[in-house]
Nanobody, 111 residues
Framework: QVQLVESGGGLVQSGGSLRLSCAAS????????LDWYRQAPGKERELVAR???????NYADSVKGRFTISRDNAKNTAYLQMNSLKPEDTAVYYC?????WGKGTLVTVSA
């Protein structure tokens, strides 16, 4: 059983920054890739970024150059550094590890 807990969301002005964290329980963490997803009101959940177990990363086109995903296997924690935030980044952000999801953290970007 794996539990994922996101934190770091909040209200920020356009152009600002936030860093999200995803803390994982269990020994699963270092062996699997981890994803950050987001779901805006009225929209489908979308993949934002992925960090593989060898630290390779992938990003959605909409966040390339602004967001950075990373992981610290010693702490069983992943991060999503979000810079130059835009109102369209407003969403609930979720982390996903294998088949497990966190409950999400809300990010609101004001214009």
């Amino acid at each position: 059983q794996v539990q994922l807990v996101e934190s770091g969301g909040g209200l920020v002005q356009s152009g600002g920054s936030l860093r999200l964290s995803c803390a994982a329980s269990g020994s699963f963490f270092s062996r699997n890739y981890l994803d950050w997803y987001r779901q805006a009101p009225g929209k489908e959940r979308e993949l934002v970024a992925r960090v593989w177990n060898d630290d390779r990363t992938n990003y959605a086109d909409s966040v390339k150059g602004r967001f950075t995903i990373s992981r610290d296997n010693a702490k069983n924690t992943a991060y999503l550094q979000m810079n130059s935030l835009k109102p369209e980044d407003t969403a609930v952000y979720y982390c996903k590890l294998f088949n497990y999801w966190g409950k999400g953290t809300l990010v609101t970007v004001s214009a």
